[in-house]
């Protein structure tokens, strides 16, 4: 059975505590994301590194793709739009770029940083089809605003 958020939630906010560097957070959610809830096949970050374009950031499980412009894929339309996208079926999804041909459901919410700009997107995979709800957007998105907004 994975862990409930309130518990991830407290043990990233322990071990990130005083740490005030993106790039070492983004690795920490991550690691404790994957390795923490049975249904979270892939997790990782996109950057925003340059207008209009995601380049990988830290992650875990198989390869991701390298960089993703905003307008390609469920992480560009989360970038564009700045908000939460929730799929169900990828390949419903018209323009879902596939990193595992095993994926089936997959949810993107963006990130932002202390002066209320879009710095990342957090895409979660999933190889269980529709395996993610208005309570993992809600519980994700308060832990990244945590974690980088304030
Ligand atoms: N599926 C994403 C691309 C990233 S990978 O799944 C890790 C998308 O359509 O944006």
Known sequence: MSESYTE???RVGALIAGIDDDIAIMA???CELFHSVERFHWVGFYRVTAPQMLLIGPYQGGHGCLSIPFARGVCGK???DKKTV???DVEAFEGHIACASSTRSEIVVPVFGKDGTLIA???VDSDDPAAFDEA???ALERMCGAAFSV
Request: glycine share 0%; charged share 30%; with cysteine.
């Open 8 to 10: 991830i939630e407290a």
């Open 28 to 30: 920490t959610i991550a």
């Open 78 to 80: 989360c970038a564009r």
């Open 86 to 88: 929730i799929v169900d």
């Open 121 to 123: 997107v957090l895409d």
């Open 136 to 138: 993992d957007a809600a």
